[in-house]
């Protein structure tokens, strides 16, 4: 199983960096490089506890799909999506948010499986936990920069 944690500290609220991470538009904005689009239940607005999003986006040159489920929410301080259908034997990633003396931390816990056996971990090893890493973080950062942003008077 492949691990992937990061923390990004945000000079907001918990509850506007909480509902900003589950807003479905904010997603497609900051994934623009990947042409990511919701494509089937929830396809707009903020995700809630037991909603599925389909997306479809370029990865490697492919256009893949990914449905994930909310399986568990407790608002503001975490969200867990699960795979129910994808290109990864698991998939699960867990959405932290934690009040600090400047704003919010948010925290990102994503675990996952390849499929193919050696040669979707060399995959991994190769290109698949750097393109997540860089996907999450180019995310987390357009977060940063909208709920900063929105919150100047």
Do not use: C
Request: charged residues 25%; hydrophobic residues 35%.
């Amino acid at each position: 199983m492949t691990k992937i944690q990061l923390s990004t500290n945000i000079d907001a609220s918990i509850e506007i960096v909480f509902d900003a991470a589950r807003n479905i538009d904010l997603h497609m904005n900051s994934a623009k490089k990947t042409n990511e689009k919701a494509i089937g239940g929830r396809t707009s607005g903020l995700i809630a506890l037991y909603e599925t999003v389909t997306w479809r986006g370029k990865h490697f040159g492919l256009y893949l799909t990914h449905k994930s489920k909310i399986t568990s929410l407790r608002y503001p301080t975490y969200f867990i999506d699960e795979m129910v259908r994808g290109h990864f034997k698991s998939f699960k990633h867990q959405h932290i948010f934690k009040e600090t003396v400047t704003g919010t931390e948010m925290i990102d816990f994503l675990e996952y499986r390849t499929p193919y056996g050696f040669l979707g971990r060399f995959f991994d090893q190769l290109f698949l936990k750097k393109h997540l890493t860089k996907f999450l973080s180019t995310r987390n950062q357009f977060i940063k920069t909208e709920t900063e942003r929105s919150t100047i008077i």
